[in-house]
């Protein structure tokens, strides 16, 4: 049974860092990772993703609210994806979920088979 456990969330300062951590269990790991989050009142929104299939080159992909600040990346020995997010915002206040997709990765939340229960990041001004 896959299972994905987010870590990492928090209530921090604007212009502050958080790291988010993914942890997935029950599967080879491969395929595709993204980070999603939904603010109150707002759609579910892609955030970041990148492939975690050994051999792949590792390709990254972000929003464009994100880009610059947020960086995702991959430890296969551990089973993990982070997010490290930088320079943060207000409105980057979210719960942000880890989600896997079983193929080539994108950026649509429903290509995604399986995801974490979300964790809370709250950006303080």
């Known amino acids: 049974q896959v299972q994905l456990v987010e870590s990492g969330g928090g209530l921090v300062q604007a212009g502050g860092s958080l790291r988010l951590s993914c942890a997935a269990s029950g599967h080879t790991f491969r395929g595709a990772m993204g980070w999603f989050r939904q603010a109150p009142g707002k759609e579910r929104e892609f955030v970041a993703a990148?492939?975690?299939?050994?051999?792949?080159?590792?390709?990254?992909y972000y929003a464009d609210s994100v880009k610059g600040r947020f960086t995702i990346s991959r430890d296969n020995a551990k089973n993990t994806v982070y997010l490290q997010m930088n320079s943060l915002k207000p409105e980057d206040t979210a719960v942000y979920y880890c989600?896997?997709?079983?193929?080539?990765?994108?950026?649509?939340?429903?290509?995604?088979?399986?995801w974490g229960q979300g964790t809370q990041v709250t950006v303080s001004s």
């Open positions: 989600a896997l997709r079983l193929d080539v990765v994108t950026m649509m939340g429903s290509d995604y088979n399986y």
């Open positions: 990148m492939s975690i299939t050994n051999w792949s080159g590792g390709s990254t």
